[in-house]
């Protein structure tokens, strides 16, 4: 796979409801030192998904993924992350509760 189709995606699940969450805000950030710059994001789908996050090719560094969640207590959510191999594509979900947040590595 070469660098131009590996990207970092999402996928948020409502687990109160037990369905995805639909038209929730991510943005995606490269932190570079003490600054971090956007490079991509977009609004989760009927089914929950961002496919393709990432605006250009997947570079190695840290990333940042905030999310909007904007319920009865937590409002956003950022998860800080490391890429390496850029070979690979990146997944971060997201499962949301009123009151719990929690994302993994995924695939």
Avoid: K, W
């Amino acid at each position: 796979m070469s660098d131009q189709q590996t990207t970092i995606s999402t996928h948020v699940l409502d687990v109160e409801r037990g369905l995805p969450a639909a038209g929730v805000a991510v943005a995606l950030y490269v932190v570079n030192g003490a600054g971090e710059t956007l490079v991509g994001g977009g609004t989760t789908d009927e089914d929950g998904r961002i496919r393709r996050l990432l605006e250009g090719p997947l570079q190695p560094g840290s990333y940042r993924l905030e999310f909007a969640v904007d319920g009865p207590f937590f409002r956003h959510l950022a998860v800080g992350f490391q890429v390496d191999d850029t070979g690979r594509s990146y997944h971060v979900p997201l499962i949301m509760a009123p009151f719990s947040l929690a994302t993994y590595r995924g695939s």
